[in-house]
């Protein structure tokens, strides 16, 4: 199963360390493939098959990572800001690779679930609308909406000069003062949440994604904490369709 790939790149990948370390500990010798010292970069792997360990542990070959962060306040969902701290720039050191991406973009101010891969094509699935990946957002806003504006929502609405598709709207629970309402949405266009309720007069205060697909934000994960997702709970992301 799958290709085959040389071995100073595997290792480079897996263990998050430039083509040239990886050479240096293949000179080192503490690389083996299938139990057998292996001192040269340019032999080929099979990634699925063939074992290969470092100092004597094991790796698990890994092609993509797929990564859930709680994102806080004030972090931009980008791969480099020159101002900004990002996403990516707040991932523990564990879970660093090259080619890291946000698959999707919250407003800096927005909270929640971010998703963070460097698989390009799962993300083109998940954030394309034609794919029908909903993700759910709590916004609070001062204002209770009319039915009017619910109906806007579920409608699909025109702001501008851009027309939404239907959204999903509910009312959840008040907050001191404020309404907090569920949003569902599958496009991801600039300040599409914030834009929908300003445009029923209705500014929202707070915004936060809870869910990617069928796949929920972690209560335990705080915000700026990140962890790595399962291969079952991506399958939460891939299979929900509206
Ligand atoms: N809609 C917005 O307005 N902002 C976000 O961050 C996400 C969706």
Do not use: W
């Not at 599958?186 to 929202?204: D, N, T, V, W």
């Amino acid at each position: 199963m799958g290709d085959n790939v040389r071995l100073d790149k595997y290792l480079s990948s897996q263990l998050n360390v430039s083509r040239n370390d990886a050479k240096k500990l293949l000179r080192g010798g503490s690389v083996t493939v299938n139990g057998t010292v292996t001192k040269k970069g340019d032999v080929s792997v099979k990634p699925y098959e063939d074992t290969v360990a470092v100092s004597g542990h094991t790796l698990e070959y890994k092609k993509y990572i797929y990564i859930m962060q709680h994102k806080p306040k004030g972090v931009v969902s980008a791969s480099v800001s020159p101002s900004d701290v990002t996403v990516i720039d707040i991932l523990p050191e564990e879970l660093r690779r090259s080619g890291l991406f946000p698959a999707g973009r919250l407003d800096k101010d927005t909270t929640g679930f971010v998703l963070i891969t460097d698989d390009g094509e799962f993300a083109h699935n998940i954030l394309s609308p034609s794919h029908h990946v909903e993700k759910t957002y709590l916004a609070e806003t001062g204002e209770i909406l009319t039915d009017d504006d619910i109906k806007r929502f579920l409608d699909g609405m025109k702001v501008g000069e851009d027309v939404f598709r239907p959204a999903g709207i509910k009312f959840m629970e008040k907050h001191g003062d404020n309404y907090v309402y569920e949003v569902k949405i599958c496009e991801g266009r600039y300040h599409q949440i914030r834009r929908m309720f300003a445009s029923c007069g209705k500014p929202l205060l707070e915004l936060s994604r809870i869910k990617i697909g069928e796949l929920s934000l972690s209560e335990d994960l705080l915000p700026g904490q990140s962890r790595e997702i399962s291969p079952d709970e991506l399958k939460k992301i891939r299979e929900k369709s509206l």
